[in-house]
Antibody, heavy 118, light 113 residues
Framework: EVQLVESGGGLVQPGGSLRLSCAAS????????MNWVRQAPGKGLEWISY????????YYTDSVKGRFTISRDNAKNSLYLQMNSLRDEDTAVYYC???????????WGQGTLVTVSS | DVVMTQSPDSLAVSLGERATIDCKSSQSVLYSSNNKNYLAWYQQKPGQPPRLLIY???TRESGVPDRFSGSVSGTDFTLTISSLQAEDVAVYYCQQYYTIPHTFGQGTKLEIK
């Protein structure tokens, strides 16, 4: 069974940093591309980042470019999102999601809540 | 960025009736090499992560009931639920995955009338 479990969320002050993790199991992690998608409270979905299986291709949405860094450790079956210079508007539930070519985001984690507030 | 615009924002349909949700992309999401539209539909129930329903605009994901279908006309996409069931109450999102950023529509809240 495919499982994605996010962790690392919490309360952080504006300007602070946080590192999210996504532990994957039930599939050969290294052969799948992955996404981070977030959802602000009561709002819609926002795609924020993509990473290929070998980490050679990485994309970000403009609002996080230069502040967030996506990475993965295939030996540990883990996906990460390093978030720096956090802003109030980064407050959201952060989901990791797997792409199964040709289907995007075919499995999602339960999400981890990041709250940016002073 | 490709802007995805869903309509309506909310919808109330009687049990057993048809529900249709529209999604319009600001530019083509058709990949010419395989003639596929890179458009997906998701269902999100309260307190849950989204669930993939449809990809390539009309291909149903494994395990999704066949009352869910997707169609396309140019840059206009439609999700149809042929006979609404109580468990279909949710927010539905379209997403284009043709070009970066992979933008979502704003969502359509579907309720029972």
């Amino acid at each position: 069974e495919v499982q994605l479990v996010e962790s690392g969320g919490g309360l952080v002050q504006p300007g602070g940093s946080l590192r999210l993790s996504c532990a994957a199991s039930g599939f050969t992690f290294s052969t799948y591309t992955m996404n981070w998608v977030r959802q602000a409270p009561g709002k819609g979905l926002e795609w924020i980042s993509y990473i290929s299986g070998s980490s050679t291709t990485i994309y970000y949405t403009d609002s996080v470019k230069g502040r967030f860094t996506i990475s993965r450790d295939n030996a540990k079956n883990s996906l990460y999102l390093q978030m720096n210079s956090l802003r109030d508007e980064d407050t959201a539930v952060y989901y990791c999601a797997r792409n199964r070519e040709p289907a995007p985001n075919d499995h999602w984690g339960q999400g981890t809540l990041v709250t940016v507030s002073s | 960025d490709v802007v995805m615009t869903q309509s309506p924002d909310s919808l109330a349909v009687s049990l057993g009736e048809r529900a249709t949700i529209d999604c319009k992309s600001s530019q083509s999401v058709l990949y010419s090499s395989n003639n596929k539209n890179y458009l997906a539909w998701y269902q999100q129930k309260p307190g849950q992560p989204p669930r993939l329903l449809i990809y390539w605009a009309s291909t149903r994901e494994s395990g999704v009931p066949d009352r869910f279908s997707g169609s396309v006309s140019g840059t206009d996409f439609t999700l149809t639920i042929s006979s609404l069931q109580a468990e279909d109450v949710a927010v539905y999102y379209c997403q284009q995955y043709y070009t970066i950023p992979h933008t979502f529509g704003q969502g359509t809240k579907l309720e029972i009338k």
